[in-house]
Nanobody, 126 residues
Framework: QVQLVESGGGLVQAGGSLRLSCAASGRTFSSYSMGWFRQAPGKEREFVAAINWSDGRTYYGDSAKNRFTISRNNAKNTVFLQMNSLKPEDTAVYYC???????????????????WGQGTQVTVSS
């Protein structure tokens, strides 16, 4: 069983940056992919970015392109989400998730992710 713990959220002014971390434990991850999603109050959960654990291929949702970067540190079993040029509409709870059974394929469909973290709040003030 995989456990995920997010960290790095907080309050930041518009235009600022944050780096979220997701530490994974419990299993090996060679054929996994991991993703970041977010959910704002009153809205559905939205795909942000995904990364192949083995080869580092990435895939981004529209809201993340050109501003956010997903990366991983295999030695530390940690995935990061670097968020730059933050906007008030980026305010949400950010979740990381593992897709264990997709052969490392990248997707924005949340139903294909098996395990989720507890989330970390990101608040961007105007």
């Amino acid at each position: 069983q995989v456990q995920l713990v997010e960290s790095g959220g907080g309050l930041v002014q518009a235009g600022g940056s944050l780096r979220l971390s997701c530490a994974a434990s419990g299993r090996t991850f060679s054929s996994y992919s991991m993703g970041w999603f977010r959910q704002a109050p009153g809205k559905e959960r939205e795909f942000v970015a995904a990364i192949n654990w083995s080869d580092g291929r990435t895939y981004y949702g529209d809201s993340a392109k050109n501003r956010f970067t997903i990366s991983r540190n295999n030695a530390k079993n940690t995935v990061f989400l670097q968020m730059n040029s933050l906007k008030p509409e980026d305010t949400a709870v950010y979740y990381c998730a593992v897709r264990a059974n997709g052969g490392g394929g990248l997707t924005g469909f949340e139903g294909l992710y098996d395990t989720w973290g507890q989330g970390t709040q990101v608040t961007v003030s105007s």
